[in-house]
């Protein structure tokens, strides 16, 4: 199986391609848009600011990708920062429009949780799973992954498959059809973050469509 791992210049790539690895699933890091076509699944991977992000998106045209490969099926996941590029827009240090692959906005974190709470929110936190996926299959409730972000996915219910309590209701994990995220970061997670790994390496794509539409 063929496996990208999108390089538009920011994020720490080198973990996400050592788990992968480690689970039998090795991905490639390419900024070559064929490679990417030419793969069976995709990683979004990301660390950093959203305006600069989706900005080396736009110039190195991968956006376009991403989006093109979105909608002919092909399983994306979008990871801490790449999750939050999948959604409508930002409000990370102004206004920025995302590649608007799920409904929902990104907001600061500061205004909503309570004072003794530090932000960033950085450190293992637990999964509380709202419904079944393919992604969270073997995933027990409660399960702890590991988080470290300041800005948040908010307006997204339909796509929350499972949630984190940080003072306020975290999307940890959204899907839609063949396009999710996990806010936290699996390949620092442990043997969770290495089941959502391989569960997303091996999900079918008519198991995608089910869990997305009931059916």
Same mark, same amino acid.
């Given at each position: 199986?063929?496996? &990208?791992?999108?390089?538009?210049?920011?994020?720490?790539?080198?973990?996400?391609?050592?788990?992968?690895? #480690?689970?039998? !699933?090795?991905?490639?890091?390419?900024?070559?848009?064929?490679?990417?076509? &030419? +793969?069976?699944?995709?990683?979004?991977?990301?660390?950093? &600011?959203?305006?600069?992000?989706?900005?080396?998106?736009?110039?190195?045209?991968?956006?376009?990708?991403?989006?093109?490969? +979105? &909608?002919?099926? %092909?399983?994306?996941?979008?990871?801490?920062?790449?999750?939050?590029?999948?959604?409508?827009?930002?409000?990370?240090?102004?206004?920025?429009?995302?590649?608007?692959?799920?409904?929902? #906005?990104?907001?600061?974190?500061?205004?909503?949780?309570?004072?003794?709470?530090?932000?960033?929110?950085?450190?293992?936190?637990?999964?509380?799973? #709202?419904?079944?996926?393919?992604?969270?299959?073997?995933?027990?409730?409660?399960?702890?992954?590991?988080?470290?972000?300041?800005?948040?996915?908010?307006?997204?219910?339909?796509?929350?498959?499972?949630?984190?309590?940080?003072?306020?209701?975290?999307?940890?994990?959204?899907?839609?059809?063949?396009?999710?995220?996990?806010?936290?970061?699996?390949? %620092?997670?442990?043997?969770?973050?290495?089941?959502?790994?391989?569960?997303?390496?091996? !999900?079918? #794509?008519?198991?995608?469509? +089910?869990?997305?539409?009931?059916?």
């Amino acid at each position: 199986m063929k496996i &990208a791992i999108v390089d538009y210049g920011v994020g720490n790539l080198f973990s996400l391609k050592s788990s992968l690895q #480690r689970i039998g !699933c090795p991905g490639e890091v390419t900024s070559d848009p064929e490679a990417i076509r &030419a +793969a069976e699944r995709i990683f979004l991977p990301g660390v950093g &600011a959203f305006g600069d992000a989706i900005e080396k998106l736009r110039a190195t045209g991968l956006d376009r990708v991403v989006r093109e490969q +979105a &909608a002919a099926g %092909k399983p994306l996941l979008g990871i801490c920062l790449g999750m939050q590029l999948l959604f409508e827009e930002s409000a990370e240090y102004g206004r920025y429009e995302g590649l608007g692959l799920l409904q929902g #906005r990104i907001a600061d974190l500061r205004p909503v949780v309570p004072p003794e709470l530090k932000v960033p929110h950085m450190g293992w936190n637990s999964l509380s799973i #709202r419904r079944p996926h393919p992604l969270l299959a073997g995933i027990s409730q409660g399960s702890f992954v590991y988080f470290v972000h300041s800005f948040y996915a908010a307006d997204c219910d339909p796509s929350q498959i499972a949630t984190a309590d940080y003072g306020v209701t975290i999307a940890a994990v959204v899907a839609e059809g063949n396009v999710m995220g996990c806010q936290f970061h699996p390949e %620092k997670s442990g043997d969770v973050g290495l089941r959502i790994l391989k569960n997303f390496c091996e !999900c079918d #794509r008519e198991a995608l469509h +089910a869990a997305f539409t009931g059916n």
